[in-house]
């Protein structure tokens, strides 16, 4: 890199087995190598079963690898942290508290500065003003989605890793959020990991997509995409990055 900074995120050699059932070791994670730019998005994509939480785990700091090294910022992860937070598609919303309330909860007692008017902040900027002291069960999938992102946001993390965090939600509320997080994103600069199944959803939002083998997983394919946002899903070079990306997870689109 031209400013001698080491990458952001940088994996090498990552391997990763499990004791499998009947004895031995199931290989999972098979020597994944790639390098994380800061305030890059990358997407990671694979077939089901091929490991991608489990590289998802190891990356966040929740479990450690067999083999390989995992540096941030040039030195060993720290493990969990408020420098990475996790998104994911199970939800992490506190349902005693209010939307005010669970802001509120990750900023601890070493955060100076009014933290109500900050958790307002935040919730206004996912569009939540007016839910302020509304509870959990009183919002829409969506509405807690946006919960979830302040939360993440207000902590200011120098890593987002986003396990499948819309999948739950429907078609049309699923691009509402993709939408709405790539608005904070342009606001506010962090660092992206996102793992999915969905190539269109990388297609939307991605610099650079991954894509995995089947288990035991490796990159078996590296796609850039130098578009600017928004983009559309329907053009000639969006067909053909869609194309490419499914043939090398094994499906033929139709002639």
């Avoid at 309330?101 to 007016?130: I, P, S, T």
């Avoid at 200011?156 to 999948?167: A, H, M, Q, R, V």
């Avoid at 130098?226 to 499906?251: Q, V």
Wanted: charged share 25%; with cysteine.
């Amino acid at each position: 890199m031209s400013d001698n900074k080491p990458p952001k995120i940088a994996v090498s050699g990552l391997s990763k087995s499990f004791k499998a059932a009947k004895g031995g070791l199931l290989p999972v994670i098979a020597g994944v190598d790639f390098e994380v730019a800061e305030g890059e998005f990358v997407a990671i994509v694979g077939p089901s079963g091929c490991g991608k939480s489990t590289l998802m785990n190891i990356l966040a700091g929740f479990d450690q690898p067999d083999a390989g090294r995992l540096l941030i910022d040039g030195k060993p992860h720290p493990g969990p942290s408020p420098q990475g937070i996790v998104i994911s598609q199970h939800g992490s919303v506190f349902p005693w508290l209010t939307v005010q309330q669970n802001l509120m909860f990750g900023l601890g007692e070493q955060h100076g500065g009014d933290k109500v008017a900050l958790a307002d902040h935040y919730a206004a900027m996912v569009g939540l003003k007016g839910f302020e002291n509304a509870y959990p069960h009183e919002l829409s999938g969506g509405m807690l989605k946006r919960v979830e992102l302040a939360r993440a946001f207000i902590v200011k993390p120098e890593i987002l890793y986003l396990d499948e965090p819309f999948s739950a939600l429907d078609a049309l509320m699923n691009l509402r959020m993709r939408n709405e997080l790539l608005r904070i994103l342009a606001e506010e600069k962090h660092t992206v990991l996102l793992i999915t199944h969905d190539v269109d959803e990388a297609l939307y939002m991605a610099d650079r997509i991954l894509v995995l083998s089947p288990r035991p997983t490796r990159i078996q394919a590296r796609f850039e995409l130098d578009m600017p946002h928004p983009r559309r899903l329907i053009s000639p070079e969006m067909d053909a990055l869609r194309e490419s990306i499914l043939k090398e997870l094994g499906l033929e689109m139709p002639a």
